[in-house]
Nanobody, 116 residues
Framework: VQPVESGGGLVQAGGSLRLSCRVR???????????MGWFRQIPGKERELVAT???????DYADSVKGRFTISRDNANKKVHLQMNNLKPEDTAVYYC????????WGQGTQVTVSS
């Protein structure tokens, strides 16, 4: 079972990106039982949890992204999305999805670069 992330890219400050994650190999019922999250990592720093979403779409966000990012999920297709608006240079990182307990294998992530 491994997440496959996509949707990253280079964007100017104030711009938007939509990230997607497909959890390959997961049984739907198992995926639906998990709280899923998006994480990000800057080189030399620890991976940071930025947003989570429960099976019933209750969400939570790190203070640094609250009001700008929106997490959503498609349980039938085992996907998780992250809509990122009003991006800032400090959002530059590699973004990953995983369960909130990090019990899935890590994918390759998707690079987000925000220029000032």
């Amino acid at each position: 079972v491994q997440p496959v992330e996509s949707g990253g890219g280079l964007v100017q400050a104030g711009g938007s990106l939509r990230l997607s994650c497909r959890v390959r190999g997961a049984i739907t019922s198992v995926f639906n039982s998990k709280i899923m999250g998006w994480f990000r990592q800057i080189p030399g720093k620890e991976r940071e949890l930025v947003a989570t979403i429960t099976r019933l779409s209750d969400t939570d966000y790190a203070d640094s992204v609250k009001g700008r990012f929106t997490i959503s999920r498609d349980n039938a297709n085992k996907k998780v999305h992250l809509q990122m608006n009003n991006l800032k240079p400090e959002d530059t990182a590699v973004y990953y999805c995983n369960s909130d307990t990090r019990d899935l294998a890590w994918g390759q992530g998707t690079q987000v670069t925000v220029s000032s």
